[in-house]
Every structure is written in structure tokens, then in C-alpha cells.
């Protein structure tokens, strides 16, 4: 079975679910939310197969932990879709309209894409999420998980496949792409035509991977390289609260800090706080010479920063720090190292917090608050696809909206040019 | 001077350009609409000798004239530029917008992507209407034109250059990209990270070579595969005359008809008046086996379509037509054969027009209507740098607004999670 007849039965799928009503898509994700219930048993026995042959193969305790499912994951899977049911629809939403002057009544109304592609790591639980996205945004979907889950991802999709069916939708609207080659992440970036985008979720390579090489378009989501920059008029309570908080609520995902730059003003009185309160927490602070000096002072060791560590998207525990003299230079630095994702600023002054805003080019820009609210549950939006980190069509979390594209529907009365 | 040093400049460029006033932009935008005006003569002669060297290579009638500027083409170019100046900015409109439970202020913000590639065949009015828009929208633009035109664009950006350094500006916001060589496309294909976005405009083959090669993310434009249907329910009269408007009134265009499909029950009545009108028009008909013999009996030759002919952006007084038996049949045959640009049904039925513009995958749906509408212009948008045919950020005709990505602005008080 090649991917390209895969995404051809994804296509007819793709024509049916686009003219679904809304109450035809939530009972289906209804039924799909009570099938994981139902046949949790089969589910946990398949990603225990993949536990064992992860074990088997030396997998590494946290990837480990990302993959295990348990009776609690599965639920959380079936209260996704179930949430997802409870958004509103995007397709059929109006974003413009106006009648021209000729009289022609012209809108402008959300149509899903047609067939979306996730290429994504080991979580089994994505693949529940982005089914139900992808369903309640009318669109059909081929997902290409890890080889390392394919038994729980394989016993995922039958179980949505089936409740999808008997629901009266067709099951072609999910997918799962043979994930055991390679050579099936080459045929889906290669499908343009058959998919209409595709969404690499996952480390930078392979974020990297799918955007240098696909024919299909991308949306680019995730490395997050994000900065904290502690302005000369900062709370430095609050900024202390927030670089924490930043760091070590969740150091593993794409919304944590990465790096402190501190102006030189407040780097004596801040560095003399956050250094031990860091240290206190764990965090390994890589720093610029100055802020080893202040390391040094406050009996807090500080390894020196290289190119690399103020590049780095770490993932861990570890901070690059800088000490920076003035808001443009902060600037600056983030424009050479950022990934454009989540930028913050502490400070009280409205003009530094403006000119921070203005000139800092990133999907979010945070004043006062924590990297980590970029988020599209924390924003609101009910759900999220993941974070875009690029410019073209969305950027930052993207919601049910984001998976949808645009059609103008203009209607005449036999009007020519 | 590598395509790279070009973008690194344009980037710089671009940073100052994306905290410009609107005022600042219009009067840059007014000062290059004068420059065109001063310098008509100096531009007029490197056209000519742009002119004579095609005319020495044998370049066609048709390109001739799409290459050739006149004093009226040179001041339509600055009236394009005044145009932009009076449109209102996209920077800064806050598309939504709402306050958090936990009190952060969400806006989402439009912004400039930041540099816009521009690759472009022979008309040189398309370098002043380019870089006038990506100027208004904060962009700064690398402009690619074809080599055949080279004197033409150097002379045209110089001017502009020179304007908008006058109005305090930077000029590496508008930069000519060399044409001479096919490397140059190649490279700016490849300055991902450097390039924000590009935007082909031109035949089908260049639009094909960067949309598969480019590592910096494209929109598609204009590929024009346009049907008419006449359903059952048509008012035959207003069907006639969409039918021509449609193909005639400008063939060499992307949202000129390209085939006609007509329904059975009405292919008799229809096509008896149809080929006789489009025979007058200088319109030559490639049909089904159907519509040849109909043309027969008309006494109006017609060819027999073949499959390219139903695949065929004619740009030409050719019309592939079909007899189809219903509604579905026709949607079928579009999504076979269309190029998702624009398709239009005449019909007095409300469910045909709703089973039509529901089912039909296209960037722009006409009921009633002619695909010439699909336009920019007529759209009320007051300017276009083309028009997508791809789902991705903008479908259909492309303003200002689709000139910009956006950016979450959050605003808190030491919030953390």
C-alpha cells in the first residue's frame, strides 16, 4: 500500500467530511471518544508490545514515560475528542464579506484543507488529538507516527476508524501511514496534489527534515529558543518569579526559557537573587563572563556560555544567561539566537515594554507573564495543533481555525466585466 | 554580489521598516509615484533598448507588448503607487483580541512577514506595483524579474531606490536581484531563514519550479483552469453572455474561462445559440463527441476534446466544452480537471447553487456570475499582488493584508503557571 493510495482514499474521504454538518462530526467524535473507553483493554495491551520491544531496544526512561499509555492517558484521549466536539466549528464561518458595488455579494467563508499529514514522535496520545482536530475541522488525516509506538498507534486508529464508520462518516477521514520505513515520510512530503499540508511535530531535525525537503506545504511548528530579558525597570521579585517559573515549570517543552538576559543596571541586584534561587531549583546556569564573575561572588558556580549554549533549545534544566547593556542590545541578541517563538520582557516602564513589543519578531511576545503561557489551551482557543513558529498561514498555537483554508462564494445576478 | 548579502540587507532593512509609521510609508510611497514621473524619459530609454535587444532575438508580438512601457504605462506605475499610499495599513490591525481568566491581555497583532521575494516575468510595471505594496505592508522586497526586461526593472528600482531614501527610508527595502542568471532564482529558493515568503508570478512551468524546489515557504499563484457550468435551471440568455464575458473580454488572464460544461437537458437549447455567438467571438470550441455533433447541426466547426484540451489553461480564444448529466458529473469533471482558481455556475436553483459552491474546491465560487470577477480590484481590496490558488495563508486574490503574518502580544502582571 503506498502512501499516494493512502491519501487518495483520504481525498474522496476528504469530499464527504467537508460538507459534514456539525452535528454529524461531533457524534462521531462522541463515538470515538466512547470506542477509546470501550477498548482501553486492546489499547494498553498493544502499547505494552511497544513498551517491551522499547525496553528491549535500551529506550531512554523519559521517551519511555512518553510513551507508555495507562488506563488515566486513554481517558484523557477520550476527553479531547469529547472537547473537541464541544468547540465550535470553524467550517462555514463567515471572515468577510461585503456587496460590491456591481451588486455581486461577495463572502468569504472557512472550507477545511482537504487532507492534512502529522509526522510526529513517540506519543500515542497525538494521535487521538490530531485525529479529533482534524475530524472537527472536516478535514481527513494520514498520520505518520514513530515505528516506536505503531502497535498502540495502529490500535488507536482502528478503534476511531471503526467508531468514525459506524457513526455513518467514512472511516478513510483517519488514517495511519506505515511508520516502519522512511521511505513513507519521503512519499507524504512528496504527495502535494494528494495533501494539502503537512505538520512536523517533533525535535528540530525532523522539523528540519520535512521543511527542506517537502513539496507539500509546511507548517513549521515547535523549537522554541525562548528568552526571558529582565529590563533596568524591572519588578525584581516579579522577574525572579517569572525566569522560575519559565525555566523549571516544564523544562522539556517548547515554551520554556532557555535564556536570561539581564541589563546591566539590575545585573548586580537581580544575578545576586536568581543565581542561588536557580542553583535551589536545579538549573544549571551557562553564563556570559559577567554573569561567571557574579556566579562566583554569590558562591553559585556559573559555566561559561559559548556560541552553542546561547543557540541552544536545551530542553533540560540549563539556562544561558547574559548580561546585556540596553533593550536594543537584548533585541539584538534575540534576533541572532531566537527561534522566533515565545520572547518575554519584566519591566515597568510602558516605553521599554513598546519597544520591546514592536521590535521583537516572534510568534509571542510576553510583558510581565511567563514564556510559558503560549499555549493554545492557556489562549483560550479550546484545543491546539501545535505552535507554529513560522510566518506563512498561522503563527504561534494553532487552533481549529488554523486547520481550515478559505473559498470566496460570490453570487450575481448575471453580472459580466 | 551574492543573493544572500542581497537578503541580509533587505533583512536590516526590513527591521527598520516594520516600525514605520503609516505616515512615514505613504510619503515614501508619494515621493517614488513622483520620481516615476521625473524620470519617465531615463526609464522609457532603457526600455527601449531592452525592446530592441528582444525584437533582435526574436521575441513574439504578444511578450512585445507585455515588455513595452509609454509614458501612460509609466504614469498608471506611479498611480498604482499613489493608490497603495491611500489603502490603509495592515501593520498593527488587531485581528482578535481578549482578556485571559488570569487577567494577560491577548491581542493578536498583524505584522510584516519581513522580506518578500518577488519572481516575475516580463512586465516591468509588476516591479513598481510589487514593491509599492510589500512597501505599504512594512515588507522589504527582492525583486526577480526576467532578463529580457533587466534594463527596464534597473532602471525602475534605481528611481524608487533613490525616492525612498529621500523620503528617510531605507533603499535596501526595494532590491533588484540579478537577472541574468537562473542561479540567482535558485538561490532565493533557497535563503530560507533570509527570504520570508515568495511569491511566483508568471507562467505555469516557473510557478511549478519554485513551488517544488523552494525551501522558503511560496504561495502559489495564478494558474487559471476555469469552468462555466450551465445547469438545467440556467437562464439560458444570462449563461450566453457569462460564457462569453468569461472567454472573451480578456482570454490571455488567469480568471478567464477555459471550459464550459453544460447540462444535458438543456445542451440542445444552449449550445444552438452558444457556438453560433462563440464562433462570432473568433472563439475556436474543442468538444465531447456530444457537442461536435451538435456543432454539426449548428454548422459550427468543432474540434474534438481531448484529454489535455480539458487539462488546458488555454490563454487563447479556445474553449474546451462538455455535455455532463448532472450536477455532480460536473463537479467531477472540475475536480478533475481545474486548477482550483475559479469556477461559476449559472442557475436559477437555490439547491444547485448551494450543492455547487459547497462542493467545488476552488479559490473562488461565481453563481451567476463571470470568473473575470475574481480579481483584486474588483474583490474591493484596492490592490493585488496576485492571486492564490493554493490553501495555505490567502486563497484567492491577495491585498495587503495577505502581504503580513501576526504576532501574539500578551500583556501581564508577573503572571506564571
Partial sequence: MTIAEDARRAREASATLATATRAAKDSALHAMADALADRTVGILAANSADLDAARGAGMATALLDRLALSADRVAGMADGLRRAAALPDPVGEVVRGSTLPNGLELRQVRVPFGVVGIIYEARPNVTADAAGLCLKSGNAVLLRGSSSAARSNEAIVAVLRDAVAAAGLPADAIQMVDSASRDSVKELMRA?????????????????????????????????????????????????????????????????????????????????????????????????????????????????????????????????????????????????????????IVTGSLEAARAFTSTVDAAAVMVNASTRFTDGGEFGFGAEIGISTQKLHARGPMGLPELTSTKYVVTGSGQIR
Same sequence: chains 1, 2.
Fill in 192 to 344: 502535494r496534489g494528494l495533501v494539502d499540508v503537512l505538520i512536523p511535530r517533533g525535535g528540530a531535525s525532523l522539523i528540519r527534515s520535512v521543511v527542506e525537503d517537502s513539496t507539500v506545504p509546511v507548517i513549521e511548528t515547535g523549537v522554541g529558543n525562548c528568552h526571558v530579558y529582565v529590563d533596568e525597570a524591572a519588578d525584581l521579585e516579579m522577574a525572579l518569579s517569572i525566569v522560575v517559573n519559565a525555566k523549571t515549570s516544564r523544562p522539556s517543552v517548547c515554551n520554556a526559557a532557555e535564556s536570561l538576559l539581564v541589563h546591566s543596571a539590575v545585573a548586580d541586584a537581580f544575578l545576586a537573587m536568581a543565581l542561588p534561587a536557580l542553583r535551589d531549583a536545579g538549573v544549571t546556569v551557562h553564563g556570559c563572563p559577567e554573569v561567571v564573575s557574579l556566579g562566583a561572588a554569590a558562591g553559585v558556580p556559573v559555566l561559561p556560555a559559548t556560541e552553542e549554549d546561547y543557540a541552544a533549545e536545551y530542553l533540560s534544566l540549563d539556562l544561558s544567561a547574559a548580561v546585556v547593556p540596553s533593550l536594543p542590545a537584548a533585541v539584538a541578541h534575540i534576533r541572532r539566537y531566537g527561534s522566533g517563538h515565545t520572547e518575554a
